[in-house]
């Protein structure tokens, strides 16, 4: 306890000094956060139960890009699709992602679970390194804060990759 005080001290010490006179004051934002619905998909199977049905809902938004694209599913407790989320579009053989914005969406969606995927239009369905590398981080991430990552599909003309 006395460990704490002391370090507790020495923080409002800190908070304590004056800043330099020479220094302008800092506009700090206040703001709010919500998700922009910009359309809307049907889905008759309400929930997804494997990753069949996770392909019958990304095909329509992932077969005929002619970029890399990486979506996030965001799912409820019942596994049903809440939102879906395009969270990066790459070029022609290579998508950028980090944690980070894969899991703004299911956070602000209030996300049990998240399902992601992106197509390779060159249309060979076998993962790369790199795609393996991105499973490993969003899993991790997702299993810090909770949000589980059910699955990471590959999706081409006819056929995905679980």
Do not use: W
Request: aromatic share 4%; with cysteine.
């Amino acid at each position: 306890m006395s460990k704490y005080q002391t370090i507790n001290c020495q923080q409002l010490g800190v908070l304590e000094r004056e800043v330099p006179a020479k220094q302008p004051a800092k506009r700090v934002n206040i703001v709010s956060l919500k998700l922009v619905r910009e359309s809307s998909v049907l889905y008759k199977e309400r929930q997804i139960k494997s990753p069949e049905d996770a392909y019958k809902l990304l095909k329509p938004f992932l077969v005929e890009a002619d970029r890399e694209k990486f979506v996030v599913v965001c799912l409820d407790t019942k596994n049903q699709p809440t939102a879906i989320n395009v969270c990066h579009v790459g070029s022609l053989n290579a998508s950028i992602v980090h944690p980070r914005e894969v899991m703004k969406a299911a956070i602000l969606s209030n996300s049990a679970s998240i399902i992601v995927a992106h197509n390779h239009p060159s249309g060979h369905c076998e993962p790369s390194r790199e795609d393996i590398e991105v499973t490993k981080r969003l899993v991790e991430a997702g299993r810090v804060i909770g949000i589980d990552v059910l699955d990471h599909l590959i999706v081409c003309n006819y056929s995905a990759t679980s």
